[in-house]
């Protein structure tokens, strides 16, 4: 057998929801070996996603072994990291509607605390002063989630928000917490393309104007401006590249 379909012959084996004799089978050796490695993957995976999203796992309840068996049996695991694990179950949740909103909102929102808090904050691109005109330079960490539910609110269910609103997570430079900032709904549309793909502020605004997805407007700009002196300021927009 060559190395792909041993791999993917023992990934069967640990995560199929039944064992599948002729995996084991193939793999040969002792069995009670390779059920116990079974086991232990499952059980490890298990724990990791819960030690890193518990609100969301608490939320779930019973619910929640189920959740993680379904993800497992879907082979929706695809990164060889375990860090990526908990990332990948939670869109899987995200993903199932039979669950409430508010869990769904909750399993995006920690996911992407979870991912915010260990993604790497160095910027290839040499980042100059802030220009309207230029792309916009964010931090790497800087993670977007739409959710209807205030997700960042430690008390649960939580509570509606009445419409979708835009949040980002991030960790400043330099800083181990990661900073949860819900946008001002004005400006949801332009930080969705400014923060999600280093848009320029000016092109961009002036397009979505154009569209009529926002009123570019002195008030508009006036709340734009004080936000992004407070974005800057907390390490979530560096300036221009």
């Known amino acids: 057998m060559k190395l792909a379909e041993y791999q993917a012959t023992f990934a069967s084996v640990c995560l199929a929801t039944e064992v599948d004799d002729a995996a084991l089978a ?14 232990m993957v499952r059980g490890r995976l298990a724990r990791t996603v819960r030690d890193s999203l518990p609100r969301s796992a608490q939320a779930l309840g019973e619910r929640f072994e189920p959740t993680v068996e379904r993800w497992l049996a879907s082979r929706a695991l695809s990164s060889r990291f ?62 977007l989630v739409w959710v209807s539910h205030a997700a960042w609110e430690k008390a649960g269910p939580q509570r509606p928000l009445g419409a979708r609103d835009l949040v980002v997570v991030f960790r400043a430079p330099e800083a181990t917490a990661t900073t949860t900032v819900v946008v001002d709904r004005r400006l949801a549309v332009l930080v969705a393309e400014v923060v999600g793909r280093g848009a320029p502020i ?3 605004g002036r397009s979505l104007a154009a569209r009529g997805e926002l009123q570019l407007n002195a008030p508009w700009v006036e709340v734009l401006c004080e936000r992004l002196e407070a974005w800057m300021e907390r390490g979530l927009v560096l300036g221009s590249t």
């Open 26 to 39: 193939l793999l040969g050796g002792d069995r009670e070996r390779w059920l116990l490695y079974r086991r």
């Open 82 to 143: 375990l860090r990526d694990a908990p990332i990948e179950w939670a869109a899987t949740v995200v993903q199932d509607e039979t669950h409430e909103a508010w869990v769904r909102d909750l399993a995006a929102y920690e996911a992407a605390v979870w991912s915010a808090r260990d993604a790497s904050g160095t910027l290839r691109q040499a980042v100059v002063d802030i220009d309207f005109e230029r792309p916009t330079a964010i931090t790497p960490t800087a993670r």
């Open 202 to 204: 000016g092109p961009t």
